[in-house]
Protein backbone atom coordinates (compact mmCIF):
# COMPACT_ATOMS: atom_id res chain seq x y z
CA UNK A 1 0.00 0.00 0.00
CA UNK A 2 2.79 2.79 1.05
CA UNK A 3 4.47 3.92 -2.02
CA UNK A 4 6.69 6.42 -0.69
CA UNK A 5 9.11 6.97 2.34
CA UNK A 6 7.12 8.72 3.66
CA UNK A 7 3.62 7.04 3.12
CA UNK A 8 5.80 3.90 4.88
CA UNK A 9 6.15 6.02 7.99
CA UNK A 10 2.59 6.74 8.43
CA UNK A 11 1.46 3.41 7.75
CA UNK A 12 3.69 2.12 10.27
CA UNK A 13 2.90 4.82 12.95
CA UNK A 14 -0.58 4.12 12.73
CA UNK A 15 -0.21 0.26 13.04
CA UNK A 16 2.42 0.84 15.63
CA UNK A 17 -0.03 2.54 17.86
CA UNK A 18 -3.22 1.22 16.76
CA UNK A 19 -1.65 -2.40 18.03
CA UNK A 20 0.14 -0.77 21.07
CA UNK A 21 -3.23 0.66 22.13
CA UNK A 22 -4.86 -2.51 22.09
CA UNK A 23 -2.33 -4.35 24.02
CA UNK A 24 -1.88 -1.85 26.78
CA UNK A 25 -5.94 -2.15 26.57
CA UNK A 26 -5.75 -5.76 27.39
CA UNK A 27 -2.60 -5.51 29.39
CA UNK A 28 -4.17 -2.89 32.23
CA UNK A 29 -7.28 -4.64 32.31
CA UNK A 30 -5.58 -8.10 33.35
CA UNK A 31 -3.30 -5.64 36.04
CA UNK A 32 -6.41 -4.69 37.25
CA UNK A 33 -7.76 -7.93 37.59
CA UNK A 34 -11.48 -8.05 35.55
CA UNK A 35 -9.74 -11.17 33.80
CA UNK A 36 -10.67 -13.03 37.31
CA UNK A 37 -14.20 -11.16 37.59
CA UNK A 38 -17.65 -12.98 36.91
CA UNK A 39 -17.75 -12.23 32.87
CA UNK A 40 -14.07 -11.86 32.81
CA UNK A 41 -13.10 -8.80 30.24
CA UNK A 42 -16.96 -7.94 29.80
CA UNK A 43 -16.67 -6.72 32.99
CA UNK A 44 -14.17 -3.97 32.41
CA UNK A 45 -14.80 -0.25 33.12
CA UNK A 46 -14.00 2.81 31.66
CA UNK A 47 -11.11 3.13 34.29
CA UNK A 48 -9.14 1.44 32.56
CA UNK A 49 -8.52 3.84 29.27
CA UNK A 50 -6.45 6.59 30.36
CA UNK A 51 -3.90 4.47 32.29
CA UNK A 52 -3.84 2.58 28.71
CA UNK A 53 -3.25 5.67 26.85
CA UNK A 54 -0.48 6.40 28.68
CA UNK A 55 1.32 3.51 28.18
CA UNK A 56 0.71 3.27 24.70
CA UNK A 57 2.01 7.13 24.23
CA UNK A 58 5.50 5.35 24.79
CA UNK A 59 5.08 1.55 23.91
CA UNK A 60 4.16 2.73 20.24
CA UNK A 61 6.83 3.82 19.77
CA UNK A 62 8.89 0.63 20.50
CA UNK A 63 7.03 -1.11 18.44
CA UNK A 64 7.69 1.25 15.73
CA UNK A 65 10.96 1.13 15.99
CA UNK A 66 11.14 -2.48 16.63
CA UNK A 67 9.13 -3.52 13.40
CA UNK A 68 11.53 -1.07 11.38
CA UNK A 69 14.60 -2.80 12.82
CA UNK A 70 13.43 -6.67 12.34
CA UNK A 71 10.15 -6.87 12.70
CA UNK A 72 8.64 -6.12 9.50
CA UNK A 73 11.70 -7.81 7.96
CA UNK A 74 11.09 -10.60 9.16
CA UNK A 75 7.36 -10.90 8.71
CA UNK A 76 8.44 -10.56 4.82
CA UNK A 77 10.91 -13.56 4.85
CA UNK A 78 8.21 -15.51 6.86
CA UNK A 79 5.62 -15.01 4.21
CA UNK A 80 8.01 -15.68 1.35
CA UNK A 81 8.69 -19.14 2.87
CA UNK A 82 5.24 -20.06 3.07
CA UNK A 83 3.57 -17.83 0.15
CA UNK A 84 4.17 -17.23 -3.51
CA UNK A 85 2.39 -13.82 -4.45
CA UNK A 86 2.82 -15.07 -8.16
CA UNK A 87 0.44 -18.31 -7.21
CA UNK A 88 -1.61 -17.67 -4.20
CA UNK A 89 -4.12 -15.13 -3.05
CA UNK A 90 -2.76 -11.98 -2.25
CA UNK A 91 -4.81 -11.73 0.69
CA UNK A 92 -3.23 -15.12 1.84
CA UNK A 93 -0.27 -13.18 1.17
CA UNK A 94 -0.32 -10.44 3.54
CA UNK A 95 -1.83 -12.85 6.38
CA UNK A 96 1.63 -14.70 6.00
CA UNK A 97 3.06 -11.16 6.29
CA UNK A 98 1.12 -10.72 9.38
CA UNK A 99 1.77 -13.66 11.04
CA UNK A 100 5.42 -13.58 10.42
CA UNK A 101 5.48 -10.03 11.80
CA UNK A 102 3.37 -10.95 15.28
CA UNK A 103 5.45 -14.34 15.58
CA UNK A 104 8.89 -12.05 15.79
CA UNK A 105 7.10 -8.84 17.31
CA UNK A 106 5.36 -10.47 20.22
CA UNK A 107 8.21 -11.96 22.07
CA UNK A 108 9.77 -8.93 21.49
CA UNK A 109 7.50 -6.34 22.89
CA UNK A 110 6.72 -9.11 25.90
CA UNK A 111 10.39 -8.62 26.36
CA UNK A 112 10.65 -4.87 26.50
CA UNK A 113 7.60 -4.82 28.60
CA UNK A 114 8.64 -7.38 30.87
CA UNK A 115 11.76 -5.35 31.50
CA UNK A 116 9.84 -2.32 32.28
CA UNK A 117 7.15 -3.13 33.98
CA UNK A 118 8.27 -6.08 35.97
CA UNK A 119 12.04 -5.47 36.36
CA UNK A 120 12.30 -1.65 36.64
CA UNK A 121 9.02 -0.79 37.93
CA UNK A 122 8.13 -3.79 40.11
CA UNK A 123 11.88 -4.37 41.05
CA UNK A 124 11.25 -7.96 40.33
CA UNK A 125 14.93 -9.70 40.43
CA UNK A 126 16.58 -9.80 37.07
CA UNK A 127 17.60 -13.57 37.36
CA UNK A 128 13.51 -14.20 36.98
CA UNK A 129 13.38 -12.68 33.64
CA UNK A 130 13.44 -15.29 31.75
CA UNK A 131 10.21 -16.61 33.38
CA UNK A 132 8.54 -13.22 33.36
CA UNK A 133 9.02 -13.34 29.90
CA UNK A 134 7.83 -16.50 28.91
CA UNK A 135 4.84 -15.79 30.90
CA UNK A 136 3.87 -12.43 28.81
CA UNK A 137 4.79 -13.97 26.07
CA UNK A 138 2.53 -16.36 26.58
CA UNK A 139 -0.26 -14.16 28.14
CA UNK A 140 0.20 -11.55 25.22
CA UNK A 141 0.91 -13.80 22.11
CA UNK A 142 -3.26 -15.03 21.19
CA UNK A 143 -3.97 -11.07 21.89
CA UNK A 144 -1.53 -9.49 19.91
CA UNK A 145 -2.26 -12.16 16.64
CA UNK A 146 -5.91 -11.69 16.74
CA UNK A 147 -6.05 -7.87 17.51
CA UNK A 148 -3.61 -7.94 14.82
CA UNK A 149 -5.54 -9.93 12.13
CA UNK A 150 -9.04 -8.61 13.17
CA UNK A 151 -8.76 -4.67 14.33
CA UNK A 152 -5.52 -3.27 13.63
CA UNK A 153 -3.89 -4.46 10.29
CA UNK A 154 -7.92 -3.81 9.04
CA UNK A 155 -7.93 -0.53 10.62
CA UNK A 156 -4.75 0.78 9.56
CA UNK A 157 -5.40 -0.01 5.62
CA UNK A 158 -8.41 1.78 5.94
CA UNK A 159 -7.39 4.66 7.54
CA UNK A 160 -4.31 4.85 5.30
CA UNK A 161 -6.57 4.61 1.86
CA UNK A 162 -8.51 7.42 3.65
CA UNK A 163 -5.59 9.73 4.26
CA UNK A 164 -4.14 8.73 0.64
CA UNK A 165 -7.29 8.32 -1.47
CA UNK A 166 -6.07 10.94 -3.69
CA UNK A 167 -2.81 9.84 -4.48
CA UNK A 168 -3.99 6.08 -4.31
CA UNK A 169 -6.09 7.43 -7.12
CA UNK A 170 -3.48 8.60 -9.23
Keep these: MPKTTTQGIIFGLIMSYTMAIGM??????????????????????????????????????????????????????????????????????????????IAVMCPAMSLVASILFNVILAKQPIGQLPAIWVGTVIKNFPMAFFWNMFAAAPFTRWAFRKLFAEKNKA
Design 24 to 101: EVYNIAFKMGFHLNPGGFSSMTNAVFPAALVEAAYMGLFVFLFSNLWGNRAGAAFSAKVADPKKDNPYFCQLMRQAGT
